[in-house]
């Protein structure tokens, strides 16, 4: 069950909000819901024809099963040895069944399996042959959506759409009761069982076949490592669609309830489709480890190679990638470290002479505890290891895009142009023809000049220990240089008439820092505990980006970081403010392209203009969903055979863009005016103090602006934020 669940206002609270809405755009306006029907809202009086239902509360549990079981059987001999796993995993779902003639919950269920065989042909041989795999089976609503949307239908539901279900059927209330009439229902949060169900079968197996040869002969220390791997998958999925019965409570002459069908169950009807996957990979290389004396030395030659079949995009023709990797290691006593390694990769995305690209790497450490100076502070700081790592890495990835140099894309359609000619490129040709020709278009623009991606890393750190190695801590300070980053010239005119193409513009930096502390100790010869803290600082920053004209360098990405968002700035609630705008920002008081009244939002005027327009949007406030801090305490104790664990974390300098469902009211699927209402929406509005008219709702610190009916302003689109 969720930690917490936004809590829904009750059918009272709703009616009661809808109606001051209703009156603060228009004192002389008929209530929707009038006193009788909110009267029996609040002593649930009619509770069939007139209910109040949490539906978070009536279609979720509270509580899942969840079970896990393995087992691990392995042995042989000397020459032979294996290992044999096996493992069942259940998982139950939190959405009640209720009585539906097939099984719309969730459910999972995964069986997984390995078996690994090494087996030494020789003194200096040894294959070994591993084999994994699993089959999980999946059960879901069928819903035309995923479990999110499921979700959001519980909130964008109204409490008095439906009582549930009654006596095995699934009653609904209506707007033409012949006594007292609903203006209207809504949606029911019970979408998930009214459809059908869905399940999914995905089988997975994995093999691989791994060469490991001592070259001792040659030299000592010398190896030779060869492994192949290949993988597929198999996924079917059977959707069984039926319609549920529907009822709708009716007032019987001798005064009791029954029941009128409203709708009839539909015919079963089943689809069935299935997917498949497969991929190998291969690589070779030499390795070779060696001391001498208290010098200790290492050094690698990989080739690897891998193929994917049936990509997303192109799936005719598998995506590949190939490699050569280089290491060099060499250490002193562990006391001087030093390593070189360089990639050599190459990628179908880019033209032959820009396939391939090279990423060096270095680090070096020193472990200055090990010095002789070192030796009179050794007994408080009993290790500590300095540490410099940099390297140069690559990403080919633009999107879904691939073969970004080949012939410019095009399309070919037969729809006719509309609207002006601007959809479509089919054609007639000749006279008395009412058939239509293909006719082609450019999608895009290729360029035959991209390559990879590069971010140049810098690490620094250091590791110490203190109190008889009770203590341990680690320090780290990161520097991230993107550049080349591939995407589109925005800056180019819109007279082009086609997409631009991919070009290595982009750049990024990044930085931060990490912290993590751990002390270790024992009580006594049975008690152990450990408490550990993790802090980490993430920044960043967007260097180019290309986009497309703006009139202030607070509108654009560039300068910013990634992700954050275009917002408004937000003053205050309106009451009569115009005077005291003028004194604190020495402006005059903007347009905001309404009629402000009291309780609406005042927001600033950035470029001074006089006017709240699209051009006092800015990039500044806030945050973005990336956190900037996150900390993380974890603590246990063990004694004889039992352990205790536990772990926090939290995340600060963080904002959240809500759905809509989520911070405007009455906000639906269909529409905004007949969706679900949140109880804090109800709570948090001066609903009955304040006279409000207009709709943009900014959500600031838990605050909302007066309550309105959805009309359609200027400032209707408004983004909010929740920090």
């Known amino acids: 069950m969720p930690t917490k669940t936004a809590k829904k206002a009750n059918a009272y609270q709703y009616a009661d909000y809808y109606n001051q809405m209703q009156r603060n755009d228009n004192p002389n306006a008929t209530p929707m819901f009038s006193d009788d029907i909110m009267q029996r809202f609040k002593d649930h009086s009619d509770p069939i024809r007139f209910p109040d239902v949490d539906w978070v509360d009536y279609c979720l549990k509270d509580a899942a099963l969840q079970s896990q079981h393995n087992i691990n059987i392995s042995g042989g001999t000397s020459n032979v040895r294996y290992f044999v796993s096996a493992g069942a995993y259940t998982q139950g779902g939190l959405f009640k069944q209720f009585d539906t003639p097939h099984n719309v919950s969730f459910q999972y269920k995964r069986f997984n399996y390995r078996s690994n065989l090494d087996i030494d042909v020789t003194k200096t041989t040894t294959i070994s042959f591993n084999l994994a795999g699993s089959i999980d089976n999946q059960n879901r609503p069928f819903s035309g959506g995923d479990t999110s949307d499921l979700v959001r239908d519980l909130y964008t539901s109204t409490p008095f759409s439906s009582p549930g279900f009654i006596d095995g059927k699934l009653v609904q ?80 002459a001798d005064g009791t309830l029954g029941y009128r069908k409203t709708k009839d169950a539909g015919r079963l009807t089943y689809s069935e489709k299935s997917g498949k996957g497969r991929n190998w990979y291969m690589e070779a290389g030499l390795n070779y480890n060696r001391s001498f004396g208290k010098h200790n030395v290492g050094a690698l030659v990989l080739y690897n190679q891998s193929k994917t079949y049936y990509p997303s995009v192109y799936s005719d023709i598998p995506s590949g990638y190939v490699g050569l990797v280089g290491r060099l290691t060499y250490d002193w006593n562990t006391r001087y470290m030093a390593e070189f390694n360089v990639g ?42 300095f540490r410099v790592s940099m390297g140069l890495v690559g990403n080919d990835k633009a999107g879904n895009s691939r073969f970004l140099y080949t012939s410019d894309p095009y399309s070919v359609d037969d729809a006719l142009p509309a ?49 008889n190695e009770r203590l341990n801590v680690s320090v780290d300070y990161y520097k991230e240089k993107r550049r080349d980053i591939l995407l589109r010239d925005y800056t180019a005119a819109g007279i082009l008439g086609f997409i631009t193409p991919y070009y290595n513009m982009g750049r990024v930096n990044s930085w931060g820092w990490e912290l993590s502390m751990k002390w270790n100790d024992k009580i006594g010869d049975k008690f152990r505990y450990w408490v550990g803290l993790n802090l980490s600082n993430n920044e960043n920053e967007i260097i180019e980006k290309k986009e497309a004209p703006l009139n202030n360098n607070y509108q654009y990405e560039k300068g910013h970081r990634i992700g954050a968002r275009s917002l408004y700035k937000f003053w205050r609630y309106d009451e009569g403010t115009p005077a005291l705008y003028e004194q604190t920002f020495g402006k005059p008081f903007p347009d905001h392209r309404t009629d402000l009244q009291p309780g609406d939002c005042v927001y600033v005027d950035l470029d001074g203009n006089g006017v709240i327009d699209s051009n006092d949007m800015t990039r500044e406030l806030g945050y973005t969903d990336d956190p900037e801090y996150i900390a993380g305490l974890n603590m246990g ?46 709570e948090s509005t001066g609903h009955r103090k304040i006279r409000r008219r207009v709709l943009p709702i900014h959500v600031l610190h838990g605050q909302m602006p007066r309550t309105t009916m959805p009309i359609r302003v200027c400032m209707k689109s408004i983004p909010v934020i929740y920090v």
Do not use: C
């Open 344 to 385: 050599y990769n190459g990628s179908e995305n880019f033209a032959p002479d820009k396939r391939f690209g090279t990423f060096p790497a270095a680090s070096i450490g020193w472990v200055v505890s090990e010095e002789k100076f070192w030796n009179p502070v050794k007994k408080v700081i009993n290790y500590m290891k």
């Open 173 to 252: 209330t209506s707007t033409d009761y012949t006594d007292l009439a609903l203006p209207f229902t809504g949606s029911t949060g019970m979408s998930y069982i009214s459809r059908g169900y869905q399940s999914r079968s995905k089988n997975k197996l994995s093999a691989d076949l791994i060469l490991k040869q001592k070259l001792d002969m040659i030299t000592k220390g010398l190896s030779f490592n060869a492994k192949g791997s290949y993988n597929s998958d198999f996924t079917i999925t059977k959707n069984g669609e039926q319609d549920i019965a529907t009822y709708t409570p009716w007032v019987l």
């Open 637 to 682: 104790f063990s004694w004889k055979n039992f352990e205790f664990s536990m772990q926090w974390t939290g995340a600060w300098n963080v904002s959240r863009m809500l759905d809509e469902a989520f911070r405007t009211p009455f906000t639906s699927n269909a529409d905004t005016t007949t969706g679900g209402l949140l109880l804090y929406q109800y």
């Open 419 to 467: 609207g002006g000619g601007k959809f479509g490129h089919g054609y007639f040709f000749g006279i008395e023809n009412s058939t239509a020709s293909m006719g082609a278009f450019e999608k895009a623009k290729n360029n035959q000049n991209v390559t990879w991606e590069k971010a140049f890393k810098q690490n620094y750190g250091v590791d110490f220990t203190l109190m």
